[in-house]
T-cell receptor
């Protein structure tokens, strides 16, 4: 079974509108973290926002917020007031526990291609 | 320079060549990672180095050989690659504070590799 599922291969949104990108995850760990990254066509993965499994409040970073519903195992990204520069691939990722020697493993979803239109 | 840098940005090589990818992080982090991103597939973790020791090798073929000479530099040595190894190779770094830490990984721009 996939650990991270992003069911929207592509999304369109009009400039200045809000958009929600879906992410569901599967884990049996009690402690885990959820991340969203943005990947423009240039290739770099840009960190957007983080939500810890024990965080009671939804994470927010500027125009980005994470709608965390633990019981449903979903961690949707909400982008408010979309801008043309938001057009990119968006990846949801999960960290479970940690590696014995240090560091962490991230499991990524297949991504959602967002296109912002005028 | 800031963040994570990778060189070269693009690389074309034949199957018999030997080349190396370089990654440098300027964030003072103590863990570094190599990922492979192929078309239509999720990112795949290849190697993890923490405090310059390799702590994860995700069943990567031996034609990929990582090297971490210090906490700021990470290399991926390539030899006798196959066309299916063509992909975007991304390097990342993070600061490991504990097993349950946020440990956000910050990525470089990637090296787009084409194997002929």
């Amino acid at each position: 079974a996939q650990k991270i599922t992003q069911t929207q291969p592509g999304m369109f949104v009009q400039e200045k509108e809000a958009v929600t990108l879906d992410c569901t995850y599967d884990t049996s760990d009690q402690s885990y973290g959820l991340f969203w990254y943005k990947q423009p066509s240039s290739g770099e993965m840009i960190f957007l926002i983080y939500q810890g499994s024990y965080d009671e409040q939804n994470a927010t970073e500027g125009r980005y917020s994470l709608n965390f519903q633990k019981a449903r195992k979903s961690a949707n990204l909400v982008i408010s007031a979309s801008q043309l520069g938001d057009s990119a691939m968006y990846f949801c990722a999960m960290r479970e526990g940690g590696l014995t020697g240090g560091g962490n493993k991230l499991t990524f979803g297949t991504g959602t291609q967002l296109k912002v239109e005028l | 320079e800031t963040g994570v840098t990778q060189t070269p940005r693009h690389l074309v090589m034949g199957m018999t060549n030997k080349k190396s990818l370089k990654c440098e992080q300027h964030l003072g982090h103590n863990a570094m990672y190599w990922y492979k991103q192929s078309a239509k597939k999720p990112l795949e973790l290849m190697f993890v180095y923490s405090l310059e020791e390799r702590v994860e090798n995700n069943s990567v073929p031996s034609r990929f050989s990582p090297e971490c000479p210090n906490s700021s530099h990470l290399f991926l040595h390539l030899h006798t690659l196959q066309p299916e190894d063509s992909a975007l190779y991304l390097c990342a770094s993070s600061q490991v504070r504990g097993r349950a830490s946020t440990d956000t990984q910050y990525f470089g721009p990637g090296t787009r590799l084409t194997v002929l």
